[in-house]
T-cell receptor
């Protein structure tokens, strides 16, 4: 069965610090990978996605993620976080095009001004 | 796009009662998904539809749960004989066809509290 593991449950950073959130998945075949973000009081929004091609993908608001197939990882990065990045971040994987998403348990990011 | 809408946004019920939630997807999105999210966890898949056909159901979806999408537009999720363990946020998402098939757009969710 597919599963997704996010290493950090809660991360606290100061503004301008660099961010890296870990995500590993278990599935032997071809996958699509996603990062979703949920700002306080808002619904889940797509941050970025990887389908194929360049393993370094760029998303909205300066976020990027790198797919490393050999490590089954899809870590999220941002060089300099802002207070407005305070949110919960979810990594997700899908094995079949258009099918269900399997989510990790989420990482809560708190950015101190 | 007006976005995915869900009603009601909050529902408080007593154990043993039936509840029904509604999801209106983004117009012309063929696929509609239901997920459940409990505190401190990521969303868990429940079921999904392509048009009116229910294509997959999770083992999490016990016999007390039923979902429909009768005309391929809005969908309803009904929980019969609710239990306290059903308390959660119920999320709906929809996705278009074609090259954007893999993008799911989520609604605000319905928060269910079973007393």
């Amino acid at each position: 069965a597919q599963s997704v593991s996010q290493h950090n449950h809660h991360v606290i950073l100061s503004e301008a610090a660099s961010l890296e959130l870990g995500c590993n998945y278990s599935y032997g075949g071809t996958v699509n990978l996603f990062w979703y973000v949920q700002y306080p009081g808002q619904h889940l929004q797509l941050l970025l996605k990887y389908f194929s091609g360049d393993p370094l993908v760029k998303g909205i608001k300066g976020f990027e993620a790198e797919f490393i197939k050999s490590k089954f990882s899809f870590n999220l990065r941002k060089p300099s976080v802002q207070w407005s990045d305070t949110a919960e971040y979810f990594c997700a994987v899908r094995a079949n095009q258009g099918g269900k998403l399997i989510f990790g348990q989420g990482t809560e990011l708190s950015v101190k001004p | 796009d007006t976005g995915v809408s869900q009603n009601p946004r909050h529902k408080i019920t007593k154990r043993g009662q039936n509840v029904t939630f509604r999801c209106d997807p983004i117009s012309e999105h063929n696929r509609l998904y239901w997920y459940r999210q409990t505190l401190g966890q990521g969303p868990e898949f429940l079921t999904y539809f392509q048009n009116e056909a229910q294509l997959e159901k999770s083992r999490l979806l016990s016999d007390r749960f039923s979902a429909e999408r009768p005309k391929g537009s809005f969908s309803t999720l009904e929980i019969q004989r609710t239990e306290q363990g059903d308390s959660a946020m119920y999320l709906c998402a929809s996705s278009p066809t074609g090259f954007r098939l893999n993008e799911q757009f989520f609604g605000p969710g319905t928060r269910l509290t079973v007393l």
